[in-house]
């Protein structure tokens, strides 16, 4: 039994790889757990780590800094990879009054965490893993223990056991905060249900098909490209039944509009009124009477899974003009777009064709529409971005007031280097697309490594720290959880007119807190919630690892 004892208690890799499976296997099998219908989650793995550190149970420290590192960048690459896309049009239109007011929670807990170091005297890198538990940012936490490392050259273990104490009551904190607010405004369901139909953005701006009837004189014997011409509307004419013979056709450019031609015709419910103002009324023909008249034609979705496809616009392919078909709508990441021809594509999007089966078949050919091909990791992009991501956040920069050079490091580093790739990668010809799933489980992957060393180290001092002045932290945490919330929260309310389910979402992305957010679906019966968690998620994820840098070098 003696190979047993040295697997468990031994130094080598073997010990190493055995000791992280098991934390993080364990801290898995307890993250199901659900306390009053809330679950820890992930951070069980922390948890347990903390109990085994505490047993004695160690890993060679240059493994275990080599492997908190590579955990954390793998998690925070893989963020930025999925928010990035969504990062700057989250900032448009309402979305700028949901990032205003995330951004202002993020800098009321930066605030709320300070004031509470100078009353107390906790130090500052302490208080950062008190604010990183408190508002359930596991990056935050990375981000903060890596610029201690950087700018002392030592390791500080307060750092984890305070995020590991706080953290409990900052996922229950936020939850009890919404549930605080339904009383304190008094919120009917069923109000808040009519005002969100009232004010439904998304309904207006996703694609729709209409039917209309040509009856504008002053368009009579136009082509289609001088009647988009006319009008800076996005619109896709999908078919079109000529009034003089009957005939159904996919529309070209060169078409040639007559008087009660029949239109079917893709756009949003903004743009309806206006190309209807131009082109005539709207009819009562639904989408069976056009299917019956497709004796001919069929209507398809095509995968883009060619490389080369990939950044193009659908106006530079002129699949209209060579084969004769119609592209209709841009099916990306569950969402419809308009096809308008100046929208580039990306590998994945999935295009909705109008033509013959010949000529679908022959764009098949050209856009790809191979599922195996999207199953394939593209790992070059990722390594690529990584490396660029290591590589800015090891450049050091100037910030006025501070005296040494400051870096973005390992975790700010790759997070706005993947932002960027994924964002813009495509009009430079690089395939960023991964699944879903392959995202989700690279991202699992590291954050669990990465907790479990985190835990680790953290372990050997945990108890005697709380016993000795820790249990305080607990209280600091819940402070810095709930009063940014309630004061965001009371002013998304009453001076921005927020209903009540977008202000659970937002105060849930706010904190990073995806208990919160479940909790939040569950009550609101819909997906509004989940809307704007993701809204404000990609700029709070940000601003809470950058914040969390900047505390350990103005105020250490």
């Known amino acids: 039994m003696e190979w047993l004892l040295e697997l468990v208690t031994g130094t080598g890799v073997a010990h190493s790889i055995f000791v992280l499976a098991v934390v993080i296997a364990t801290g898995l099998l307890l993250g199901k757990i659900k306390i009053f219908g809330v679950s820890l989650g992930t951070t069980w ?15 060679n420290e240059t493994v275990l800094h080599f492997l908190r590192e590579f955990g954390l960048i793998l998690f925070i690459y893989s963020i930025g990879m999925q928010v990035g896309p969504s990062f700057f049009s989250s900032f448009k239109k309402g979305g700028i009054t949901l990032n205003m007011l995330a951004t202002g929670v993020v800098f009321l807990g930066v605030v709320t965490a300070y004031i509470i170091h100078v009353i107390t005297g906790v130090p500052i890198a302490t208080m950062v893993g008190i604010l990183s538990g408190a508002v359930t940012n596991t990056p935050g936490l990375g981000a903060a223990q890596q610029t201690y490392t950087e700018t002392t050259g ?39 249900n009519q005002r969100i139909d009232d004010q439904d953005e998304s309904k207006l701006t996703e694609a729709h098909m209409f039917s209309l009837e040509v009856k504008n004189p002053a368009i009579i014997g136009k082509k289609i490209v001088e009647l ?14 000529h009034h003089s013979t009957g005939e159904l056709v996919v529309p070209q450019t060169d078409t040639m509009l007559e ?125 690529i971005g990584i490396a660029l991501g290591v590589l800015v956040g090891s450049i050091p920069f100037m910030i006025p007031g501070i005296p040494q050079p400051v870096k973005l490091g390992l975790a700010g580093g790759p997070l706005i280097v993947a932002i960027l790739i994924s964002k813009f990668g495509p009009k430079y010809k690089m395939i960023t697309y991964t699944t879903m799933s392959a995202n ?15 835990g680790l180290a953290a372990g050997e001092n945990f108890v005697e720290t709380v016993v000795n002045g820790g249990y305080k932290w607990i209280g600091y945490g819940v402070i810095i959880t709930v009063v940014p919330v309630l004061i965001i929260g009371t002013i998304g309310r009453k001076v921005y007119k927020l209903n009540y389910y977008t202000l659970m979402g937002m105060l849930s992305g706010s904190m990073t807190d995806p208990p919160a957010l479940a909790f939040a679906n569950s009550t609101a019966g819909n997906d509004i919630p989940a809307v704007s968690y993701a809204t404000v998620y990609p700029l709070t994820m940000f601003l809470r690892v950058i914040t969390a840098q900047l505390m350990i070098l103005l105020f250490l």
């Open 45 to 59: 793995i922390l948890f347990f780590g903390i109990l085994l550190g505490h047993l004695g149970l160690e890993i």
């Open 154 to 192: 030592l390791t500080d273990p307060t750092i984890a056991t305070a995020y590991a104490v706080a953290y409990p009551l900052g996922v229950v904190g936020v939850i009890l905060s919404l549930i605080l607010f339904r009383y304190l405004f008094k919120i009917d369901p069923k109000k808040e």
């Open 228 to 241: 988009k011409e006319l009008i800076e509307k996005e619109f896709v004419i999908s078919r079109l039944v």
């Open 259 to 383: 008087e009660n031609d029949k239109l079917l015709v893709v756009t949003n419910l903004k743009n309806i009124d206006t190309i209807e103002a131009l082109i005539g009324p709207r009819i009562d023909m639904n989408q069976e009477e056009w299917s019956k008249l497709d004796s001919q034609l069929v209507s398809r979705r095509v995968a883009i899974t060619k490389p080369e496809i990939n950044g193009r616009s659908i106006g530079q392919l002129k699949l209209r003009n060579l084969y004769g078909i119609n592209i209709t709508r841009v099916n990306r990441a569950g969402v419809d777009l308009i096809a308008d021809s100046r929208l580039q594509l990306q590998l994945g999007d999935r295009v909705t064709i109008v033509g013959s089966e010949a000529a679908i078949a022959n764009v098949e050919k050209v856009l790809g529409n191979s599922l195996k091909r999207l199953r394939e990791p593209n790992l070059i992009s990722i390594f």
């Open 440 to 454: 989700l489980m690279l991202r699992e992957i590291g954050i669990a490594i990465f907790l479990a060393c985190v």
